[in-house]
Each structure stands twice: as structure tokens, then as C-alpha cells.
């Protein structure tokens, strides 16, 4: 599988951006995808993560409430609708897919797509 994230861009503190992931191969209904990020200095996070049907979906604390993933499995997409951005939001996006349902960390993931900036000014 290969990913694409895009969408990426600068917005001022309690906007909104949309980030996209395209994914290429047949077995993209096969993986759990995930949202992580990394901000400068520091290590890359866990942000959103769904199941490869859609039915579950579960959120880093920081952006519950805030973040919404989705998935579109005819189109081989995922989408991470962002609303009431923080400037701690600012960071380095990157979409992921594991074959693990249960598993979160970035050394559990299978594939990686190039990162898409998200800047957020106060």
C-alpha cells in the first residue's frame, strides 16, 4: 500500500483544514488507518485512528472532540477533518495503516505516507 497525504497548510488558531490520504492497492479495506504527527523536537504522536470498515474510531486526548477521521474504502481514502485548530497543533501530519487493530504506536505501523505540514498561528 502506498500513501499520499495532502491538505496541509497555515491557518490562524481556531480554524479549520481538512487533511486527505490517498492510498494506492487493492487491500486498502484490509488496514486499520491511523493519523500521527511531530511537531518539531519532538517524537511522532498518535493523533486518530479507524478500523478498516469505519465502524470504530478513537482519538489522542489532545484532540478529542476536536478531530474527526473517516474513511472512504470505494475510493481508497482517509480524511482528518480538523476544527478549533491550537497553535500546539502545529506539526508534521503523516497517514499510517497497520494490519494490528489494537495497535497505536508508530513502530506498529506497516506503511507510511510523506508527511503534509499543518502550521497554526495564535
Known amino acids: 500500500v502506498q500513501l499520499q497525504a495532502s491538505g496541509g497548510g497555515s491557518v490562524q488558531a481556531g480554524g479549520s483544514l481538512r487533511l486527505s490520504c490517498a492510498a494506492s492497492?487493492?487491500?486498502?479495506?484490509?488496514?486499520?488507518m491511523r493519523w500521527f504527527r511531530q511537531a518539531p523536537g519532538k517524537e511522532r504522536e498518535f493523533v486518530a485512528g479507524i478500523n478498516w470498515s469505519g465502524g470504530y474510531t478513537n482519538y489522542a486526548t489532545s484532540v478529542k472532540g476536536r478531530f474527526t477521521i473517516s474513511r472512504d474504502n470505494a475510493e481508497n481514502t482517509v480524511h482528518l477533518q480538523m476544527n478549533s485548530l491550537k497553535p500546539e497543533d502545529t506539526a508534521v501530519y503523516y497517514c499510517?495503516?497497520?494490519?494490528?487493530?489494537?495497535?497505536?504506536?508508530?513502530?506498529?505501523?506497516?506503511?507510511w505516507g510523506k508527511g503534509t505540514l499543518v502550521t497554526v498561528s495564535s
Open positions: 492497492g487493492r487491500t486498502f479495506s484490509s488496514y486499520h
Open positions: 499510517a495503516a497497520t494490519r494490528y487493530y489494537n495497535d497505536y504506536t508508530a513502530n506498529g505501523m506497516d506503511y
